[in-house]
């Protein structure tokens, strides 16, 4: 896609905004940066202010094929459904009988596909992390308020989690923390490990500041194709695609974390990736490409014990 100057100048500075991190971060540049504010982003209406959309572009020096769904937290219903074990489904379906309409798979989970680290639900607490899972659960996701329209994603450790959980609803916990308060993190202890240094497909979830946007073709636009900035917080799901070499390369956890600078957020957390990362929508379908069954198209879901799903309000 062909930038003009003016539009080039504008991304430049978008780039700058967007892509801030200490000089020692080991991945992510400003032609990186223009990549994805310049791509052919393809958006989709998917509720009131909601969107859908998509893009493959070359960054990292590899091939990265990115869905998202994007959406103001004040005018929907997050939550957590749990459904493990023998209920255990894909995400669509499980978004589709629970009155969804969009989704992102959740937390990790053992072969028994329950959930393998500090899950609450309706405000029971239906796990604990476990010891193995203690190298990459380091935040939580918690979900209060009024119709739990308020997202939280704080930095928490397994010893901490019950307690950072207790005055909430619904919660979930995964990993790592891939932004904190607009800086994008970095553990240089985990960086030669396979799940953090090396690409898989990954999920991500995470919510900008009010009146954040970003620019280019990422720019939130309203029905008449005017640019608009949101008055509230929005919330991003993010699926970034992998294992299919030249078509979605997938991303490491440095990777994942610039991409979700780019796209504004504030905080961001990792959550299952691999086969389970998957994003739905009740008009689109599954809009990513799950990879379980090896091919790259719409219908390699995984069955997994939980998911995000957002109703209207």
């Known amino acids: 896609m062909g930038l003009s100057l003016s539009l080039v100048a504008g991304l430049l500075t978008s780039a700058v905004l967007f892509a801030q991190a200490p000089s020692s971060y080991p991945v992510g540049s400003e032609a990186d940066s223009l990549a994805l504010l310049g791509a052919d982003w393809h958006w989709t209406e998917v509720g009131e202010d909601a969107q859908a959309g998509w893009a493959q572009v070359s960054i990292f020096s590899s091939v990265q094929t990115i869905s998202v769904v994007r959406f103001p937290a004040r005018k929907y219903h997050t939550e957590l459904v749990n459904e493990d074990g023998p209920d255990a489904a894909v995400t669509s379906v499980m978004a589709s009988r629970n009155g969804g309409i969009f989704a992102i798979n959740g937390g990790y989970f053992t072969r028994e596909v329950t959930p393998s680290t500090f899950v609450k639900d309706d405000g029971e607490e239906i796990s604990s992390t476990s010891e193995a899972e203690g190298f990459r659960v380091n935040g939580i996701l918690l979900l209060d308020g009024k119709r739990k329209t308020r997202m939280r994603i704080i930095s928490s450790l397994p010893s901490e989690q019950s307690s950072d959980a207790k005055r909430t609803e619904e919660a979930l916990t995964a990993g790592p923390m891939l932004i904190e308060d607009g800086v994008m993190l970095f553990d240089e202890k985990q960086a030669s490990s396979s799940f953090y240094g090396s690409p898989h497909p990954r999920s991500v979830v995470g919510y900008t500041l009010p009146g954040v946007a970003p620019k280019g073709n990422l720019a939130f636009r309203d029905s008449s194709g005017r640019i608009s900035v949101p008055e509230g917080p929005m919330v991003y799901f993010i699926v ?30 990792n959550l299952d990736g691999g086969g389970s990362s998957t994003l739905w929508t009740e008009s689109l379908g599954v ?15 995984k069955k997994i014990p939980n998911i995000l799903m957002v109703r209207p309000k």
């Open 240 to 269: 970034i695609d992998g294992r299919f070499p030249g078509q979605a390369d997938g991303a490491t956890i440095p990777e994942a974390a610039f991409i979700a600078r780019v796209l504004g957020l504030h905080d961001a957390l």
């Open 287 to 301: 809009i990513n490409h799950p990879c379980d069954n090896r091919l790259f198209d719409h219908e390699g879901e």
